[in-house]
């Protein structure tokens, strides 16, 4: 099985910020559609390394981990078993697996209605 | 002599006609300019001896907005005169220097500032003033040369742009912090949080074109500050932008929540209110069910301390989360509402939002001197 190392720091930026691109220069989007989906579709899993950062908003967390469910079609069992979260902060990591969980609820909300 | 031919003489005579008519209008100008212009006149605003929002409120808002209207309103060139002025508060003084930046960025005054003071007769008002970068905003030559940081009893610094910039809030903690005070790391990822939070609230919701300005703005800016206070053992990070203000947007698209959450809690409608409303909805103006945490950002960093308060200002709300109290010092007006946090209103608004972060947990901030 091949694990990618992705370090968010060093790989993307030490400042991330923002959602959309319009946001700021390491908006979300940016984050999640040039680093993280590319390594998802070559690789099984994901080790992704949080801690070198200076911090993340939670508009970040939200665009980047909730837009994998939201624009493409991730379930919390998917992103469990692909994205590896690495971080002394435990607290972080339950707050993307938070927001992973809402957005799925979500996305089966607006299919329960519209079905 | 040649006789002029007939074609000479006509264009003679428009030549002539041409050179009337440029003369009349040349002097019609400065006939104009002599009635309009009054070179010497300049219209003096008196800074009070005290400007903060916290502890002077109504004569702070007053100033800043008499220096819009007589700008933006009246079109008058404003001399801010500072010589009785003796305390200046770091969030009045970010207020301050944005709007003489704005004023000196958006108007002039017959190609001239349109802003322009003096110093103030109080050094360390006038030291203050020099660290945050005032007096260069106003095109006056400094008086005093970087000030001995570790001798200060306080320090400011400011930096301002658009969009969000994470990297300027490393920087500013960095210049602002770092030769006296250190943050512990969590503290620092919190204020890395709620200030790039607030960054993003400005850039999606504050300078938003359906509503209307009074007056001209910087589209998309903001500005922030840090300040530490030796005496006190406190740092501040102090946030402002000249946007529409919460209280003008939340109304719009969190109407039904909004409505229950005030029929819940009676709840009104003034503008303390609402900003307490949207800390507790965590709500955000494009009602999209992703959104919504930003406002929640603002007061982790105070949470995650032992002594420490949040208060926002926007236009003439106030609200006030104290995190050793759990209540807040302000407002009569505060209503029993079960919310964490209380709120105010104001007579004068303060146009745009100002949020001010203060902690003085020794758990968090290690000072350098301590050793």
Known sequence: MTIKVIDVGNDFSRFPGGRVRNDGRYSAEAFREDILLPALRENEQISLHLDSTAGYGSSFLEETFGGLVRLHAFTLETFKSRVILVSDDTILIEEILDYVKDAEKVELAHETSAA | MKRLSELAKQRQLRLQQKRKKRTRKTRAFRKFLRIHRTPGERFE???????????AYEDTATLIQQIRESVFNEGRQVFLNFENCKTVSSNAALVLAAEVERCRLLKTWYNKPTLTGNYPHDKSVDVFLTELGFFRLLRLAERFERVDVEKSERFIKMRSGTRVKGELVEGLQEVAFAEVVDLENSARFNLYRALTEAMQNVNIHAYDVQFDQPFPVLWGRWWMAGYWNKPNREIRAIFYDQGVTIPATMPIRHESALA???????MGASDGELIASAMELGATRTGKPQHGNGMADLRRFIDKTADGHLQIWSRGGEYLYDKVSGEGSIGAEAGDTGLPGQFSNHRVPLGGTLIEW??????????????
């Not at chain 2, 229950?260 to 009676?266: T, V």
């Open chain 2, 260 to 266: 229950k959450m005030q029929a819940r809690l009676g």
């Open chain 2, 45 to 55: 605003i008196i800074i009070p001896e005290t400007i903060d929002f916290v502890s």
């Open chain 2, 358 to 371: 203060r902690i003085s947990d020794h758990n968090v901030i290690e000072w350098t001197d301590d050793d």
